[in-house]
């Protein structure tokens, strides 16, 4: 008899998870691997998608990768079409490809600001559209947007991604009213500040070995004075495209350690000796 435990499982689905070759989306889909599915993802080169493949491989897991750029709306048909033939109608879509440029609003030119909104917010509109109809035909289907702090506040030098970021909220709400009638639940997963090659940058010691400016700025503003784990998210993600949440839509769960609950305290208050025996992220690639 099936018990409980068995509605976090995903055996049997198609899992898709955009911008997979390291990060988050490596992180999320190993998770999905563990829990039955079967694994999708595409990066914007070949030589991303071989990378990824090979991260896949150190990691036991069996995966179909393609070139596709979420940008593209040809592109991101044809991928959902060779998956359909390939391996399967997708069940699960991560829209999880994004980047991020800090530039001061005044000094961003507006093709920098349209390279994030493209990404970032058009990206999931294109692969979630593009999904959406073998969901409909199913009567099922899940939808995770990646959703960021950035969802809720801004700060200095990430208007585009901030913008982008609190559009992805309401794209996730409109997905939920318009096709929760279907049995297809759309949420997002709001990462707090995690350690990975997006974030690297805001980490990066100062020639005299001292902390990052930033990294002693985001302890200073999280309860647990650290920077999130890709493993950290591991449970949400599985939950969000599990049966377990069947009910569950239209909703931005945070996983932030705190952030979003606390006022901060002085970031000179830190005892950074405390933080000396943490491992550094093994970043893998450097966003500007
Ligand atoms: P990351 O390390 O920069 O990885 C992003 C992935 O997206 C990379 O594989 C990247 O490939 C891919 N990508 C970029 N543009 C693409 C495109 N046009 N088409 C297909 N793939 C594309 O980022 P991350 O830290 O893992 O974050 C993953 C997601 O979570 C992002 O949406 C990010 O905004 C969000 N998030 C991250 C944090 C955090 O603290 N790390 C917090 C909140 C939200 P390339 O190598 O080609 O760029
Ligand atoms: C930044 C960071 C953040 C994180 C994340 C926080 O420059 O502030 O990159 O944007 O990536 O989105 O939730």
């Known amino acids: ?45 070949e030589e991303l998608v071989e990378r990824g493949k090979n991260e896949y491989k150190k990691l ?25 033939e390939k391996v399967g109608a997708i069940d699960i879509l991560v829209n999880n490809a994004g980047i991020i440029k800090r530039i001061p609003m005044t000094e961003m030119t507006v093709d920098q600001w349209n390279q994030v909104i493209d990404v970032d917010l058009t990206g999931p509109f294109i692969c979630s559209k593009a999904v959406l109809p073998d969901m409909i035909k199913k009567g099922a289907g899940k939808i995770i947007n990646a959703c960021s702090m950035m969802s809720e506040l801004g700060r ?24 929760g009638q279907y049995n297809i639940q759309c949420n997002a997963i709001g990462p707090g500040y995690i350690a990975t ?15 990052h400016p930033f990294d002693r700025f985001i302890r200073s503003k999280t309860p647990a004075q650290r920077w999130g784990k890709t493993e950290d998210l591991q449970g949400l993600a599985i939950f969000l495209a599990s049966p377990a949440s ?28 405390k933080f000396a025996a943490e491992e550094e992220d093994d970043s893998i690639k450097v966003n500007d």
Do not use: H
């Open 60 to 84: 036991g897991i069996d995966v179909y990768g393609a070139v596709c750029d979420v940008t593209k709306e040809d592109q991101v048909n044809a991928f959902v079409k060779d998956v359909r």
């Open 197 to 211: 090659p997006q974030t690297a940058p805001l980490r990066e010691k100062k020639a005299d070995g001292s902390m």
């Open 246 to 273: 069947d009910f569950i839509n239209g909703q931005v769960v945070y996983i932030d350690g705190g952030i979003l609950a606390y006022i901060g305290q002085d970031p000179g208050n830190l005892d950074e000796s």
């Open 1 to 45: 008899m099936a018990g409980i435990m068995d509605k976090f499982r995903l055996d049997g689905k198609v899992a898709w998870i955009t911008g997979a070759s390291y990060g988050l989306g490596l992180a999320y889909a190993a998770a999905y691997a563990e829990a039955g599915a079967k694994i999708v993802f595409n990066d914007i080169n």
């Open 156 to 179: 200095e030098t990430v208007s585009a991604y901030a913008a982008a970021k609190g559009g992805l909220k309401m794209l996730t709400k409109n997905i939920c009213s318009e096709y």
